[in-house]
């Protein structure tokens, strides 16, 4: 499967951003989809996942509140709604997607996204 992420930008502090994951074909009702990113100079670091089968959701401890992953109708769009940024949150932000339940290591994610680039100016 082939995964595109999209809606990257620039934005003020306190602002807000959704990001979209949309995948090549349906993905199965045992995936999980998964949120990374990754700052300059930094190691990719895991930010929100979901679950197909049933719609549930872990966070990072530093997005939760804050963020928030969901799904679209269609079992090929993930959303990634990011409000009150900060600075902190400047990264290259990347979907994946693997077969089984939650995975907060990169390495257990099979399927990767180009990535999409959210710069959150002070």
């Known amino acids: 499967v082939q995964l595109q992420a999209s809606g990257g930008g620039l934005v003020q502090t306190g602002g807000s951003l959704r990001l979209s994951c949309t995948a090549s074909?349906?993905?199965?009702?045992?995936?999980?989809i998964g949120w990374f990113r990754q700052a300059p100079g930094k190691e990719r670091d895991f930010v929100a996942a979901?679950?197909?089968?049933?719609?549930?959701?872990t966070y990072a401890d530093s997005v939760k509140g804050r963020f928030t992953i969901s799904r679209g109708n269609a079992k090929n769009t993930v959303y990634l709604q990011m409000n009150s940024l900060k600075p902190e949150d400047t990264a290259v932000y990347y979907c994946?997607?693997?077969?089984?339940?939650?995975?907060?290591?990169?390495?257990?994610?099979?399927?990767w996204g180009q990535g999409t680039l959210v710069t959150v100016s002070s």
């Open positions: 994946a997607a693997r077969s089984g339940w939650f995975s907060r290591s990169v390495t257990e994610y099979d399927y």
């Open positions: 074909r349906r993905t199965s009702s045992s995936w999980t």
């Open positions: 979901i679950t197909w089968s049933g719609g549930s959701t």
